[in-house]
């Protein structure tokens, strides 16, 4: 079946860190991989995204490439701020038509000045 | 932001009552989707809806049942709350998009107590 797993948190850094937040997925085919971020109390947002093997999806300074021979899909920031803390979900889609996102468990990141 | 409603968006109700959940979106999106968030659990897919009148079960739909009779709505029905449906439950819509979907744009969530 298909499953995303991602690392335990929290995950506590002092700004100006170096982030990574493992991921890796178990999927049929190929499917589409998500990073969605959501800030306290609030809902998702997506952060970036893949859509295939190779491809490196960015934004706000994050980044993230989609390996297909390690089944992974890290998230990393070379300099964290303290507006990053939140909860980051990787998740994937696959393939067929119509099926939902399946996420992983979330990792909290907790980031101080 | 992608225009999506939920309500309410906090409710407590007590066990063995009947809580009905809306999700309301005027993107026009032909899928909508029901999330429920627990510590340790992530995000897990309740129900899904395809179109109206088009829905489907996901991985926690036991205790759940859904329905669509309109593009813009999708309603997440408890028919007998209990405790361990205490979470909070987000809605997602998305759209096709070439062979593919859009990604999933959620709502602002509905914490939900049963007491």
């Known amino acids: 079946g298909n499953s995303v797993t991602q690392m335990e948190g929290p995950v506590t850094l002092s700004e100006e860190a170096f982030l990574t937040i493992n991921c890796t997925y178990t999927?049929?085919?190929?499917?589409?991989l998500f990073w969605y971020v959501q800030y306290p109390g609030e809902g998702l947002q997506l952060l970036l995204k893949?859509?295939?093997?190779?491809d490196k999806g960015s934004n706000k300074g994050f980044e993230a490439t989609y390996r297909k021979e390690t089944t992974s899909f890290h998230l990393e920031k070379g300099s964290v701020q303290v507006s990053d803390s939140a909860v980051y979900f990787c998740a994937l889609r696959p393939r067929q038509a119509g099926t939902a996102l399946i996420f992983g468990k979330g990792t909290t990141l907790s980031v101080s000045s | 932001d992608a225009g999506i409603t939920q309500s309410p968006r906090h409710k407590v109700t007590e066990t063995g009552t009947p809580v009905t959940l809306r999700c309301h979106q005027t993107?026009?999106?032909?899928?909508m989707y029901w999330y429920r968030q627990d510590p340790g659990h992530g995000l897990r897919l309740i129900h899904y809806s395809y179109g109206v009148k088009d829905t489907d079960k996901g991985e926690v739909s036991d205790g759940y049942s859904v329905s669509r009779s309109k593009t813009e709505d999708f309603l997440l029905t408890l028919e007998s709350a209990t405790s361990s449906q205490t979470s909070v439950y987000f809605c997602a819509i998305s759209e096709s998009k070439g062979q593919g979907l859009t990604e999933a744009f959620f709502g602002q969530g509905t914490r939900l107590t049963v007491v």
């Open positions: 993107e026009n999106h032909r899928y």
């Open positions: 999927a049929t085919g190929y499917p589409s």
């Open positions: 893949a859509t295939k093997a190779d």
